[in-house]
């Protein structure tokens, strides 16, 4: 699947003249200063109203870059959209959806808190910004960047975003993970034109636009999201292995941000989203003292070590494709109701922001159901269920494994 994001990736950005960004030579930093708002309890949230920012200037992109960050976690912790119009060039569509995604995210993370439908993250943890070079870059993701015209005067900027181990921050920061932004220069003034990480693909860096919501709007769309439901009927193992969700979470809370050796490593071009579910539903299969080595608790279909894989064991569709087929040796459980989730269940998610609505391309993996709390690859970090704005999901519970 992550060949047709290629795909559409290239139809996105054949024909546009290259640009000629600047890697070196960046001056000495120039970051506003602004007093950190207080963080706020649950009850102390303050009625809807719209954040506004002036940025008096950003005379350095890394200025503009620490600003961006720090005014998206202003809106993420508040729940109340802000105006980013003074970070952003809105010639570029892109950084519109930025604005719009942005938006629908505190407004979804509002209403789940005023009704409680799930735990939603009020505290802010601190972060930090490591600038890299053009060559620490582990994928070829300039090849495409440089076909797009920026304009004269463009910069690339290249970064990772690290926080406390075990913490979810707001997925734009996309911990652990290469960032790439592209800076415009206008009247004295850097402005983001262009932000890439993994999995901004399926947020908002993509030929359709990510369209405003009105309220009312939302609150359906949550409140089908958060009805409830049956618990999923009780299966009876069809095979000898029998599941161990705490188990598949204990894997996850090692190897989410940083990955097990012993496995082949897709890389975050690619995605690395169902290789790191399927190394986690492993555990929660293996019996003591297995290892990937030998292949000991996986399935001819489904397996994985140091040098690679399966499909089923690394693509979302086709590992959904394989456990629903009926030749297949894992028995699942498959439900799309909040209030029946548990720990060790897996996530598919879709975004409503591709073209293919219905079609499912990331993989997570829930390591704390009271929160919902879930662990990811690509990028390597936690994030809350109640964060997934502008997506569709399923929950995967397996069952049994006959290998």
């Not at 963080?39 to 005379?59: C, F, R, S, V």
């Not at 990955?259 to 890389?267: A, I, K, Q, T």
Request: charged letters at 25%; proline letters at 6%; aromatic letters at 14%.
């Amino acid at each position: 699947m992550k060949i047709l994001a290629l795909f559409f990736t290239l139809l996105m950005l054949f024909g546009c003249a290259p640009a000629e960004p600047v890697f070196n030579e960046i001056p000495e930093q120039e970051i506003i200063e602004k007093p950190e708002p207080q963080i706020l309890e649950p009850e102390e949230i303050p009625k809807p109203e719209k954040i506004q920012y002036i940025i008096p200037g950003q005379k350095n992109p890394e200025a503009a870059i620490t600003n961006y960050f720090h005014v998206l976690y202003d809106s993420y912790i508040s729940m109340l959209p802000a105006d980013i119009s003074p970070l952003i060039d809105k010639n570029f569509e892109m950084m519109s959806n930025v604005q719009n995604w942005s938006n629908l995210l505190a407004m979804r993370r509002r209403i789940i808190f005023e009704n409680n439908y799930c735990y939603v993250e009020t505290q802010r943890f601190p972060y930090t910004i490591t600038y890299i070079t053009k060559r620490e870059l582990d994928d070829q993701r300039m090849d495409y960047v440089d076909m797009k015209d920026f304009g004269e005067g463009a910069v690339a900027i290249h970064f990772v975003v690290e926080g406390i181990d075990g913490k979810a921050y707001p997925p734009i920061f996309a911990l652990n993970s290469q960032h790439t932004a592209i800076l415009t220069f206008e009247n004295g003034v850097y402005k983001i034109a262009y932000h890439y990480f993994p999995g901004s693909e399926g947020k908002f860096q993509n030929d359709l636009p990510v369209n405003p919501m009105e309220r009312k709007e939302m609150e359906k769309l949550l409140e089908k999201e958060f009805g409830s439901s049956e618990e999923p009927a009780f299966a009876e193992p069809e095979f000898e292995r029998i599941y161990n969700g705490e188990a598949a979470a204990e894997y996850a809370l090692s190897f989410c941000e940083e990955h097990n050796p012993e496995f082949h490593f897709v890389g975050d071009w690619y995605g690395n989203c169902m290789n790191f579910a399927s190394q986690c539903i492993w555990s929660g299969f293996r019996n003591e003292g297995e290892t990937a080595k030998y292949h000991e608790g996986m399935t001819k279909a489904w397996y994985c070590g140091k040098s690679g894989g399966t499909l089923e064991w690394s693509s979302v569709s086709r590992f959904w494709k394989w456990a629903n087929s009926e030749k297949t040796d894992m028995q699942i459980l498959v439900f799309n109701k909040t209030d029946a989730v548990k720990t060790g269940d897996i996530v598919h998610i879709g975004s409503y922001a591709c073209e293919e609505e219905g079609k499912f391309t990331h993989a997570l993996l829930v390591v704390e159901s009271e929160k919902l709390l879930l662990a990811q690859n690509s990028p390597a970090c936690f994030v809350y269920y109640s964060d997934l704005v502008n997506n569709y999901a399923r929950f995967i519970r397996p069952v049994s494994l006959d290998a």
